[in-house]
């Protein structure tokens, strides 16, 4: 694990009167935000509101930016775009897994443009200020006399590198929970060793939604008959609990309660933990993770519930260990099995767009064609993620309308709330104001 932190500022994430006038229309808003049903339509379609959320949310919180295995040699870059903003995340020549802001500073032109890549030193195409992997500035053309270069490396990001996630936070001061997160989360990641790991494919889908549609889609089990191909193994009764199963999927149910139990023993006997562990409102790093047992087979999203990958990601044993499921505020969700892992990541790009990333990793030594074929491998996640593209779009084009009133959320749907409540918790606190939304709320920090 590595972190890489830059200097605090004086004081905490403060913000000017000018911001705080500015917010009052959003604060009042906040505060009327009915808890048990969505946010009112502008919240997905204002671009002021976009704005907000750009600062609050993923200007102050702690987001998830990439996979160590996308940085895994000295050199090898990837950028990540959100709104308006753009950081390299980089594996220096040290093997430091390190952020910046990709903005020159000499006069602000974007130092790198692809993507993804690999470079032996970050060269500005303008004007040719170069600078190391570790952002120090190396070289710039006629510098004037009595300019410090170390004054003008690329300016950091604070990063943490959890057992191969890798989170980034843009805040002078990240919030300090994410050690709590990392100490709980490490233990159930670890030993699939995502950091020795290798991306067997990672597609882009540009949403057109709102990115809160696009999380609060994917926090919900309500609408999976609309994913076959998914629902070949993974049980419908997923956030439910068992007072709240409906007759229909009494047996579905009852079925899931078996191969849980199975499952337990499997973990036991491996010294694996699979309780799941949940805090969805009140950490500023709020999470939900846990391993929960797979339909079918029981190995992993295949249409028979069988491993895709014939190299297990990590050498634990056993194949029959249903999913290690990881979400965290705002912005990710993780299924990993015992032989690949699926990680996707939402990253605002305008207020009716949103980039859904997803890659499927797979052990360093697997081979394509030989220990697993690609299309099999993608292919629910694939048609799943279309799906939700189309649900998403769906939506967006119905909040718009000023027909829209905010229903009630089903007991299924209670994952929903806590984001919303998180959000809501979030952007008060963003705005200098006492929270309200989750259960023992704390004074704003700000």
Known sequence: MTTVVPPRSTGKNRITEQQRVAHEGLVADLRERVPGRPMPGHFYTDPSVFDADLDLIFGRQWFFATTEAEVAEAGDYVTIDVGTRSIIVIRSDDEVVRAFHNVCRHRGARV??????????????????????????????????????ACLGLRKVSIRVIAGLVFLCLAAEPPADIDDFAERLTPYLAPHNLAGAKVASQVDIIESGNWKLVMENNRECYHCDGHPELSASFFP??????????????????????????????????????????????????????????DGAGESFSLSGRVLVTKSLADLGETRLGRLTIHSQPNIWVHVMSDHAVVFTALPLSPDRTLVRTTWLVNADAVEGTHYQLDDLTYVWTETNTQDSVFVARTH??????????????????????????????????????????????????
């Open 112 to 149: 790198l443009t692809e993507p993804a890549g690999f470079v032996g030193n970050l060269v500005c195409s303008y004007h040719s200020w170069t600078y190391g992997t570790d952002g120090a500035l190396r070289h710039a053309p006629n510098l004037p006399e009595g300019e410090d270069p």
């Open 237 to 294: 009764t997923y956030g439910l609990a068992t007072q709240d199963v409906p007759a229909s999927l009494r047996a579905a149910h009852d079925q899931f309660l078996l191969a849980e139990a199975d499952l337990a023993v499997r973990c036991d006997e491996l010294g694996l933990p699979k309780e799941v562990q949940e805090d969805l409102v009140e950490p500023n790093v709020a999470y939900r993770f846990g391993r929960e047992a797979l």
């Open 397 to 446: 084009a119905g909040v718009t309308d000023p027909a829209y009133l905010p229903g009630p959320y089903t007991a299924a749907e209670y994952q929903v709330d806590n984001f919303l409540s998180w959000y809501v918790d979030r952007m008060l606190e963003g705005c200098g104001e006492s929270t309200g939304q989750g259960e023992g709320a704390s004074e704003a920090t700000a």
